[in-house]
């Protein structure tokens, strides 16, 4: 699939803002089943510094400063990225027995492995919980291939969860997700992690985003589309496998991959310290247009 | 000496029971083999022998004047008490800790070889990570630490990112051998401990510590600022380095304010500093200037609210950007704290070997990390005997299992196999003793030295000494950290007989305090403005509240109906220039309200505007710059503190004392004006502290005309009035020389106001403070014509030069009694004077914006749940 995605952030103060650093994780990587063949981040006022580097797990991070006095800040940012379905047949060695991973990543049997224990740690939004890691080996009962045991797991966060926006904010801790059973993509996310990496396998935290298919007849509102997140899961040999529990389903080619990280304190796509603005407004407008859809 | 000769004496300082109460291995006595008998070690004999002769009286009387040096400095390490006095100050023993010339030189290769090698496992860890790729420590002990900063992956690459100060608390195993207890990498306190109790010890013990040839201290700080300039961005020849702090409240104030002016870099905040065009820059009265060096006294996430933690108010945000472009040299480099990690001390020999090819020389305090199966079943199966901690030193303190129930045991049994990887296990190890001076006595106790040392590529040095605490009985050696209060020790590294020629004593010197650096930080420049403001205010109000009890006193005496008419105005004043306000001048009823209006107005503190507030803000103006005082101006700002402590404590029915209070102010806050103004070199920060004294001055008088005569009173009272003013003004000399005995309202006021060669006049004030503006340094400079300060103070200059006292005095037929046109003229003058205030503060105060983050989101929502619909 070819998409045009256009995300745009605009923030409204109500006083003058003399001077803002930031940090924008805005832009897709070309990597596994996706390419971002071109980009454009636009800031308005235009900043005096911008630079873009790899951020610690790969990510394309933009650091920006805009120097002179401004009451609006507008970060808009277009991307062409190009997608392929994930490959039909799943890959030799995800039938494996999940505790064959766990021990593999335990015992740190080579550099990568051992690198990779940074995603069974604990990380800032994500501890592991006993109820959780009992959760996660209802699915991963014991001998059972790592595959579908994943698979198991996200079609019960599924069926067990309600997808509710109302019921948490970005500081809901995970305790209370799981009693009360309602979240949003986010929270589904940490809330696989937090399971696996109880269990002693590595899980990691993607945001990105996925086209959203008007239902039909009706014509796609421009801005309808989010921002969307979902775990990956890691198997030696094979790579990260991603699972979408909000969604019941693994990425199929609608969905792009923004940013990989231990949780989403990681990959957050825009952080920001202002001098000034008092109390202020934000508007965050997504969009994920089909290059080939017919117009 | 042995045993016998040192029990002999009576009432001796040794007293027998010392032996008994020694560990294992102590600093004064040894022992032989089959422990049968003990003598004093040779590096102790003859200070044991001066100290004895000396005697535990005489040895507590030079602890009380350490005592007293400390307080006066304010050493403290601890939270600075309300006003900036500190709270709990160090006490100095005056028995120092002894370092024999063979120990210091393995602790003194043994540290700079740490230094080497905790400054590669750094780079390896925010670099390659071949730490961890290889499996030379455990990926878990680092991931999950939170000294493992990611932002700061990468960072360390720049040359000048390296471990330049370090520090280690070290102390002496039962053996005899010295070992680390902790390592202190982020921002290590103390240094400038080490200096001030070095400088106390010096002046309580000034001949022994020369005859006992112990190394100095001074070259230290002289080649570590060599050593910071050496690490500056871009081969910088003259770098701008400056100390950033955490503001007076931080508990360490002290030490940094110490190590600041010690090096001669003025020490900041996070809020002097900003991020501009991928550099730092640090906020001046000339404008932003670069900053190409810091000398961090900032905990890591602390340090930068962008990439960091996002709740500090300390740090600066996109310094680590700054860092990573490689325009700023930071030290310690962020994400250093890791290093502090007691997890990775086991692993340190096999990374020595790895790393350098070298065996580790200064071996750890035996530590085992739980995350390992191994050491994990060791740490559980000996538990009792061992320490434990979390891997997180400000976590968790250290805990002695050997003094836990049982139940608590299988409590933090059940805490370790939980979560293994969070906890060490540590050999308590009976640590060496040391004699102290208790009540008059040397008793053994334990001690715990920090060590500092500066590295470059090409050399290091360790501090000859260091800043030693001794512990309490049964106290745990975390490390100074562990407790930030106590009783130190000197800590005398002792020359070999090589060296002994080459330490030179000079009569101990105090450090030089001249700042070398040529911009004014605005936030210093504010304070000295302020400390200018409000030393002459309350010596304003001392003088002035004097000259109302005087006549409080000449009322009661004689009875004159004009002295009280007189005190009735000269108390509305006082009301009015110390609370801004007072209800219109009644005839004063009875003694008990005078009392409580005087006493009232020079001790409550919590009165705003009262002697004792101004002084408590003048002192917390005076220590938010530190850094600029010598410790005679401290002694000044400490005896008058006392005086008004004094005052505070002494019964209400105390007038006779009061007076005698206001006298010993008087004094003492002319005396301290005389320091703060005459130490200052003339510079802008002195510029600013006199424009402050100046503006208050002329303010206050103002204020104190407009209260007092701005119409007339009975011939009686105006003239008792005129020269209660005159000589609250301390004018009272030039006005008899003028106008020898004839005193009216025309003179007083030609002295008070116009008389230009007055230094206490109006004025005066007036022109002083019009010079003292053109002084300062100006944007765009002078083609830009003059400031709105300078333009108002023309405008008052012109005003006092052109007023004539009779002019000013000539009375309207229809108010004979109203003074109008002197009303109109204070009014003028006093316009243009807010007008001034307000243009300085705009042009040169930091005015620092409060800054937030911005929420980055909103959630990320995706309510796309195929089929659903």
């Known amino acids: 699939m070819r998409y045009r995605v256009t995300h745009v952030t605009r923030y409204d103060y109500s006083e003058q803002v003399t001077l803002c650093h930031n940090e924008a994780r805005l832009t897709p990587s070309t990597e596994g089943r996706q390419h971002c063949h071109r980009y454009l981040l636009t800031v308005t006022p235009t900043p005096r510094m911008m630079r873009e580097r790899r951020d610690y797990f790969g990510n394309r991070v933009t650091y920006f400063g805009v120097e002179s006095p401004h009451s609006e800040l507008v970060v808009s ?111 589904f996310a940490h809330l696989a992690i937090a399971a696996l990496r109880g269990i002693g396998l590595p899980a990691g935290y993607v945001s990105g985003y996925l086209e959203t298919i008007p239902p039909e007849g009706q014509k796609k509102l421009v801005g309808s589309d989010a921002s969307h997140a979902w775990f990956s899961l890691y198997l030696p040999d094979v790579g990260w496998l991603e699972f979408d529990p909000t969604n019941d389903q693994m990425p199929t080619e609608q969905y792009i991959v923004l940013a990989r990280g231990r949780d989403y304190a990681d990959v957050s796509p825009l952080n920001g310290v202002i001098y000034g603005g008092g109390p202020h407004t934000m508007d965050v407008s997504v969009d994920v247009l089909d290059l080939d859809a017919p117009a | 000496m042995t045993e016998a000769q040192v029990k002999k004496e009576p009432g001796a300082l040794l007293p027998a029971g010392y032996l008994d109460e020694r560990s294992e291995y102590d600093e004064l006595w040894s022992t032989t083999a089959d422990g049968a008998k003990h003598s004093v070690r040779g590096h102790w004999q003859s200070l044991l022998s001066a100290f004895q002769q000396l005697g535990g009286r005489d040895l507590e009387a030079r602890r009380q004047e350490a005592r007293r040096l400390f307080r006066e400095n304010g050493v403290s390490y601890s939270a600075m008490a309300e006003g900036g006095r500190a709270a709990r100050p160090w006490e100095l023993d005056p028995v120092p800790f002894l370092i024999p010339a063979d120990d210091w030189s393995r602790i003194e290769g043994g540290l700079a070889q740490r230094a080497r090698l905790l400054d590669a496992i750094l780079k390896d860890l925010y670099g390659p990570r071949h730490l961890i790729r290889g499996g030379m420590v455990p990926a878990e002990l680092i991931f999950r630490h939170s000294g493992f900063m990611l932002p700061a992956d990468g960072t360390l690459a720049h040359e000048h990112s390296a471990l330049t100060l370090y520090a280690a608390d070290v102390v002496r195993g039962p053996g005899g051998a010295f070992r680390v207890v902790a390592d202190r990498t982020q921002a290590p306190a103390g240094a400038g401990l080490a200096l001030e109790t070095r400088i106390a010890c010096s002046r309580i013990l000034p001949n022994l510590i020369r005859a006992t ?32 702090g955490q503001g007076a409240e931080d508990p360490a104030y002290f030490d940094h304010a110490y190590l600041a002016s010690y090096l001669g870099f003025p020490l900041v905040e996070g809020a002097d500093l900003t991020v501009r065009e991928g550099h730092l820059w640090l906020r001046t009265i ?26 500090s108010q300390v740090g600066i945000p996109a310094l680590l950007e700054v860092a990573r472009r490689g325009n700023v040299g930071i030290v310690s480099p962020l994400g250093a704290g890791i290093l502090e990690n007691p997890g990775l001390l086991p692993f340190l020999p096999r990374i020595a070997r790895q790393f350098l090819g070298e065996d580790l020389k200064l071996e750890s305090i035996p530590t085992w990390w739980c995350g390992q199966a191994e050491s994990r079943s060791y740490v559980l199966e000996n538990l009792d005997r061992l320490v434990v901690k979390s891997i997180e030193h400000n976590r968790q303190a250290a805990v002695w299992c050997g003094g836990l129930s049982a139940e608590e045991l299988q409590q933090w049994r059940a805490k370790i196999e939980r979560d293994p990887g969070l906890y060490v296990g540590q050999e308590p190890g009976s640590n060496a003793t040391t004699p102290a001076l208790v009540k008059g006595e040397l008793r053994p106790r334990a001690a715990v030295t920090r060590c500092f040392v500066s590295a470059t590529e090409d050399h290091f040095q360790v501090m000859p000494g260091g800043f030693t605490r001794t512990t309490l009985p049964g106290e745990i050696s975390g490390g100074l950290s562990a407790s930030l209060q106590g009783t130190c020790k000197d800590t005398w590294v002792l020359a070999s007989d090589e060296e002994k020629h080459l330490i030179s004593w000079p009569a101990a010197a105090a450090p030089s305090f001249a700042v070398a650096f040529e911009s004014l930080p605005s936030r210093a420049a504010e304070s000295l403005y302020w400390v200018g403001r409000h030393a002459e205010r309350a010596e304003f109000l001392t003088r002035l509240a004097r000259s109302a009890l005087r006549k409080f006193n000449e009322s009661r ?8 008419g007189c005190l009735s105005i000269l108390l509305y004043a006082l009301k009015v220039l110390s609370t801004g306000r007072g209800s219109t001048p009644a005839l004063v009823s009875g003694s008990e309200f005078v009392e409580n209006t005087l006493l009232e107005t020079v001790r409550d ?136 005995a004839a005193l009216d309202i025309s003179s007083a006021v030609q002295v008070l106001l116009l008389d230009t060669s007055n230094p206490r006049s109006l004025a005066y004030q007036v022109l002083e403070l019009a010079k003292h ?13 003059l400031a709105a300060d300078q333009r108002a103070l023309l405008q008052a200059s012109t005003l006092v030069r052109l007023a004539d006292a009779p002019d000013l005095l000539a009375a309207n037929p229809s108010a ?53 619909d």
């Open chain 2, 773 to 785: 503006l053109d002084a300062l340094p100006r944007e765009g400079g002078v083609r830009r014509g």
């Open chain 2, 213 to 244: 040839h112990v190394h100095r201290l001074a070259r230290f700080f002289r080649t570590l600022r060599n050593d910071l300039a050496g690490r500056a961005p871009h081969q910088k020849i003259d770098p701008r380095m400056v100390v950033l």
């Open chain 2, 286 to 311: 000339e404008g932003l200037k670069l900053v190409d060096m810091i000398l961090r006294r900032v905990p890591d996430p602390l340090c930068d609210p962008l990439e960091l933690d996002p709740s």
């Open chain 2, 557 to 564: 005496d004689y009875g004159d109906p004009a002295d009280s």
């Open chain 2, 605 to 740: 503190a919590t009165l705003e505007g009262s002697l004792a507030a101004t002084f408590k803000s003048l002192e917390r103006s005076a220590v938010s710059v530190r850094d600029r005082w010598s410790t005679d101006t401290w002694r000044a700002i400490d005896d008058i503190s006392e005086t008004l402590e004094e005052q505070r404590r002494l019964p209400r029915a105390g007038l006779v004392a009061l007076e005698n209070t206001l006298d010993r102010l008087v004094s003492a806050l002319v005396g301290l004006t005389g320091l703060t103004i005459e130490s200052t070199t003339h510079e802008h920060g002195w510029q600013f502290l006199m424009i402050g004294r100046r503006l208050e001055r002329a303010r206050n008088l103002i204020l104190l005309m407009q209260s007092t005569v701005m119409r007339e009173a009975e011939e009686g009272v105006e003239h008792q009035l005129l020269e209660a003013l005159l000589i609250a003004n301390e004018s009272v000399m030039t006005h008899r020389r003028r106008y020898r």
């Open chain 1, 77 to 187: 940012m277009v991307s062409e990225v190009v997608t392929e379905a994930a490959p039909a047949q799943l890959q030799l060695g995800s039938e494996r027995p999940w505790e064959q991973i766990r021990d593999a990543v335990h015992a740190g049997e080579d550099a990568d492995l051992r690198l990779l224990q940074q995603f069974v740690c604990d990380s800032a939004l994500v501890r592991t919980l006993p109820e959780l890691s009992a959760y996660a080996l209802e699915s991963f009962t014991p001998g059972r291939g790592v595959m579908e045991a994943a698979m198991n797991l996200t079609n019960r966060i599924y069926a067990d969860f309600k997808y509710d926006p109302t019921a948490t904010t970005i500081s809901t801790p995970l305790a209370q997700v799981w009693r009360e059973k309602r979240g949003v993509c986010q929270d």
């Open chain 2, 816 to 868: 004979p009694h109203q003074r109008e046109r002197l009303t109109a003229f204070l009014a003028g003058v006093d316009s243009e004077l807010s007008v001034a205030t307000a243009a300085l503060d705009q042009a040169y105060f930091t005015h620092v914006q409060p800054t937030q983050q911005l929420v980055a989101v909103s959630r990320d929502l995706n309510d796309d749940r195929p089929g659903m």
